[in-house]
């Protein structure tokens, strides 16, 4: 099916990750310890651990600070599993 100007056909969901899930993965891309990625944060180890596991949301202030060690955008961290579809009909 192709869109038309007027279309929006969302791209097909590959996996789905939490925000401490797809921390990890960057982090991990970046051959980073969690020591490491503390000490360009500021982050304290424990609360990146917490983070990565779902213990612990990870925040605004903090997917900023880890977005610029990590070198992504914060929205890759904070929503790496959007689905434009379910926010169209809860919007509706």
Wanted: charged residues 25%.
């Amino acid at each position: 099916m192709r869109a038309t100007k007027k279309e929006y056909v969302p791209a097909t969901p590959r996996l789905r990750m939490t925000p401490g899930q797809m921390v990890r993965v960057a982090r991990e891309t970046h051959e980073m310890t969690q020591a490491e990625l503390s000490k360009k944060t500021g982050i304290p180890q424990p609360a990146i651990s917490a983070i990565e596991s779902g213990r612990e949301s990870l925040g605004v202030e903090r997917a900023e600070k880890l977005a610029i060690a990590l070198r992504v955008h914060p929205a890759v961290l904070v929503w790496p599993a959007w689905d434009a579809t379910l926010a169209r009909k809860r919007s509706a």
